[in-house]
């Protein structure tokens, strides 16, 4: 892995380096995708809306709705009031729309940027596009993870070592019906993204304060 | 920011109904989990 994925420049105008390899760039850039295409309002997901439906008569019962139903979508979307169902409600219907479009606007020209021709350095508004959209990732990725508290944090990472603990054991008895399968494995691969993911975020931020 | 870290929540704003709906609006585009509530 690459040890500082960002590195700001600062002549003339603030940019930023992206340092990851070609590899692990396709990769966010693919989660970025991703993470846009969990914000198109699907005709399936919205009650009362047939796929059938023009794309106002969606919208319109999308933004009638209650929360998404995929928690993950309802963490990046979320209600405006815990206490009053019909604020929130009223909330959504005036600001859920405009909260999706600028999500997978933002998402969308992150990633784009990030499929530069290397070496890909981003300008500061796209630095602060992925910065913004590395925390909508990490949302979605915490929620698949069930990660609420900060024990549940800790959890994962006990569990994460147990595990590729177990991998590298498996690695050095070269036991093959026995070798775990990191693809086989989502839990491990989603954990390892999400630590991966909080690293690099890390360095964005210092790289831009 | 502790009280956010320890309790899970914390008061940041206060005003009128519209600015509030407009501050909350603004945190989720951050990813932060706003809410606004009338106060007791």
Known sequence: MTASPFRAVRSPALTVRVELSDQERDALAHLLDEVTAMLVVDPEQVPGAGAQDTQWQVLEAALAAPAPRDPAVARLLPDGSRDDPEAAQGFRRLTEHGLREAKQQRLSAAAQALRGEPPVELAETEAVQLLKGLTDVRLVLAERLGLRTDADAEHMHEETLRRLGALAEAETTGDEAVRPDLKADPYLHLALMYDVLTGWQECLVHELS | ?40
């Open chain 2, 1 to 40: 920011m502790m009280d956010v870290h320890a309790k899970g929540k914390a008061v940041v704003s206060h005003g009128s109904r519209d600015d509030m709906e407009r501050d909350t609006a603004a945190l989720h585009e951050y990813g932060l989990w706003a809410t606004f509530q009338k106060d007791e």
